[in-house]
T-cell receptor
């Protein structure tokens, strides 16, 4: 059973469109992180959300943590080809050993923005 | 600029060979991790270490071992490589064990076992 379910698995849209990707779980998380991975590279952290209901913005990217701290979403406005990549959500389940035990990752959303 | 480096970007080995994957971080981080990444399976934790000479099993430790003799270096060892260990291997480090700490990843080693 996958602890963090990401949807959609694949998404291909035109430049300028808006999109939302989701990260869902039946478990409560102490925090959730979103990473972006480009081909041939390791994941790079975009944001960490900690408080239920929290909304964080990073230029055209808006991240939201669910009130119950079981889910998160990433919304991209006016997508650009440079947004292309694999978007991974990751977190530490509440009650686990903390971040020292390593993160639990979703399988990711492959996003392609076509010019 | 903070950095996690991995010894090889690409590696090809034969079944039964002993394989060493090296990872070095220059950020004085306490925690280091080894993941493997496979299509359709995502990133899975193999082993992690929260201190020199300390190691803990992750979700899929079978067929692997690790070594952390120095704080900055974390090695992953495949004692006898098998074809099902063909994968992308990612090393990461984080400052402490607090939930929400950023993990910094290396560029990965793509290992092919023939």
């Amino acid at each position: 059973t996958q602890l963090l379910e990401q949807s959609p698995q694949f998404l291909s849209i035109q430049e300028g469109e808006n999109l939302t990707v989701y990260c869902n779980s039946s478990s409560v998380f102490s925090s959730l992180q979103w990473y972006r991975q480009e081909p041939g590279e390791g994941p790079v952290l975009l944001v960490t959300v900690v408080t239920g209901g929290e909304v964080k913005k990073l230029k055209r990217l808006t991240f939201q943590f669910g009130d119950a701290r079981k889910d998160s979403s990433l919304h991209i406005t006016a997508a650009q080809p440079g947004d292309t990549g694999l978007y991974l959500c990751a977190g530490v389940p509440r009650g686990s050993g903390g971040g020292a035990d390593g993160l639990t990752f979703g399988k990711g959303t492959h996003l392609i923005i076509q010019p | 600029d903070v950095k996690v480096t991995q010894s090889s970007r690409y590696l090809v080995k034969r079944t039964g060979e002993k394989v060493f994957l090296e990872c070095v971080q220059d950020m004085d981080h306490e925690n280091m991790f080894w993941y493997r990444q496979d299509p359709g399976l995502g990133l899975r934790l193999i082993y992690f270490s929260y201190d020199v000479k300390m190691k803990e099993k992750g979700d899929i430790p079978e067929g692997y071992s690790v070594s952390r003799e120095k704080k900055e270096r974390f090695s992953l060892i495949l004692e006898s490589a098998s074809t099902n260990q063909t994968s992308m291997y990612l090393c990461a480090s984080s400052l402490s064990g607090r939930a929400g700490d950023e993990q910094f990843f290396g560029p990965g080693t793509r290992l092919t076992v023939l």
